[in-house]
């Protein structure tokens, strides 16, 4: 199963994609989790990738399609993934393309949370009094709906195209939007 879980941040991405990803054996990739990850053991990477996050924008594509190649050749995403963060930007959607075809396989479909705005934000100011991110301040919160705005929702026009988009209301218990998901997911053929 190769699986994209896509959403405005706040949408509660991490936490489905872990529901999601144990149900069919497969990893969630974070690409937020890798980069914080890096940020953290002081890598290079973790360098470069620090000053965009903490403003609130996006990592150059280049650094970015090549943590996610390098993540996608590991032995455990072999039988399939999750990817929770990525793509984010037309130029991902065709890397990814790419790196998918690569293998053999195909994408078999991608997974949009819809939560409204104002509850986004309460959401994140809230994660920003318990986990303190770097990132959860309300300019950066601001900026970086924006940015997904900007440059991410555009995505969800192209997999919806492509026949691949599954539409889930985000709102409500944790536990209700992971019954939607899997049911959702349930119409899916796997791959
Ligand atoms: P959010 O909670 O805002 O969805 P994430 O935890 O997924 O955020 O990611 C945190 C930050 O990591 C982003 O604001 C961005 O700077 C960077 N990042 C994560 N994924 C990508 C990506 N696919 N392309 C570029 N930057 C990314």
């Known amino acids: 199963m190769r699986l994209i879980l896509m959403g405005p941040p706040g949408a509660g991405k991490?936490?489905?994609?872990?529901y999601v990803a144990a149900r069919f054996g497969i990893p969630p990739i974070s690409t937020g989790d890798i980069f914080r990850a890096n940020v953290s053991s002081g890598t290079e990477l973790g360098v470069?990738?620090?000053?965009?996050m903490d403003a609130?924008?996006?990592v150059p594509d280049e650094l970015?399609?090549?943590?996610?190649?390098?993540?996608?050749?590991?032995?455990?995403?072999?039988?399939g993934f999750l990817l929770d963060g990525y793509p984010r930007t037309l130029a991902q959607v065709e890397e990814l393309d790419g790196m998918i075809k690569?293998?053999?396989?195909?994408?078999?479909?991608?997974?949009?949370?819809?939560?409204?705005?104002?509850?986004?934000?309460?959401?994140?100011?809230?994660r920003a009094k318990t986990e303190g991110r770097a990132d959860d301040t309300e300019e950066v919160i601001r900026r970086r709906q924006e940015i997904?705005?900007?440059?991410?929702?555009p995505l969800i026009d192209v997999y919806r195209d492509r026949n691949l988009l599954i539409e889930v209301d985000g709102e409500g218990d944790?536990?209700?939007v992971t019954e939607r998901i899997f049911h959702a997911l349930e119409a899916v053929p796997q791959s």
């Open 14 to 18: 991490g936490t489905q994609a872990r």
């Open 48 to 52: 470069e990738a620090k000053r965009f």
């Open 174 to 176: 944790v536990d209700e």
């Open 148 to 153: 997904y705005a900007e440059q991410t929702e």
């Open 64 to 79: 970015t399609n090549k943590m996610v190649r390098n993540r996608i050749d590991e032995p455990d995403a072999e039988p």
């Open 56 to 58: 609130g924008e996006y």
């Open 102 to 126: 690569f293998t053999g396989h195909s994408l078999d479909a991608v997974v949009v949370l819809r939560v409204n705005e104002e509850e986004l934000v309460q959401r994140l100011l809230q």
